[in-house]
């Protein structure tokens, strides 16, 4: 069974930084993408960016770069997002999901990580 | 980037019935795109891809269509557990989500 299993909330002072954790188990870690979106409260949804475990290359969305920074570990089938430079406006719940490199849907997503950013 | 308008942004109807969502891409978007369900404390869940592709395990009364820019996603026979927010997602170009529709049953 396909499963992405994301780390806890985390509550968090601004112009901190935060790394989130999301393990894949079920399939092959390497085959697929692992992407992540965030969903602030009450807004629709936003794609952040992908990373390839096959050899870590990455692909942002333009609004997130400097923001995000994404990597994998191998050696635990484990994706990560670091955010950097914290401010109220990154409270949000971030979601894990992968996709078949083959311009594939995300079709498996984790259960969503929140974070609050307050002092 | 492109852009996806979903609409509308909420709806309500009466169990049994038939809704439909919209989807309008800022440029064509070869057929690429995906619908899913989201529902509360949960991950989205994929029903739809390649505009009418079913997902294994999703019944047949969710359905989509559409070709160029312009998308429809449809569930009929509405059921209780129908009650969501659903999403498209354009994935020709990298990713962009619409902005949901809200489903209430009546």
């Known amino acids: 069974e396909v499963q992405l299993q994301q780390s806890g909330p985390d509550l968090v002072k601004p112009g901190a930084s935060v790394k989130i954790s999301c393990k894949a188990s079920g399939y092959s870690f390497t085959g697929f993408y692992m992407h992540w979106v965030k969903q602030s409260h009450g807004k629709s949804l936003e794609w952040i960016g992908r990373v390839s475990p096959k050899n870590g290359g990455t692909n942002y969305n333009q609004k997130f770069k400097g923001k995000a920074r994404l990597t994998v570990d191998m050696s635990s089938s484990t994706a990560y997002m670091e955010l950097r430079s914290l401010t109220s406006e990154d409270s949000a719940v971030y979601y894990c999901a992968r996709s078949y490199y083959d311009q594939g849907a995300m079709d498996y997503w984790g259960q969503g990580t929140s974070v609050t950013v307050s002092s | 980037d492109i852009q996806m308008t979903q609409s509308p942004s909420s709806l309500s109807a009466s169990l049994g019935g038939k809704v439909t969502i919209t989807c309008k891409a800022s440029q064509d978007i070869n057929k690429y795109i995906a619908w899913y369900q989201h529902k509360s404390g949960k991950g989205p869940r994929l029903l739809i891809h390649?505009?009418?592709t079913l997902q294994p395990g999703i019944p047949s009364r969710f359905s989509g269509s559409g070709s160029g820019r312009d998308y429809s996603f449809s569930i009929s026979n509405l059921e209780p557990e129908d009650i969501a927010t659903y999403y498209c997602?354009?994935?020709?170009?990298?990713?962009?989500f619409g902005g949901g529709t809200k489903l209430e049953i009546k």
């Open positions: 997602l354009q994935y020709d170009n990298l990713y962009t």
């Open positions: 390649y505009t009418s």
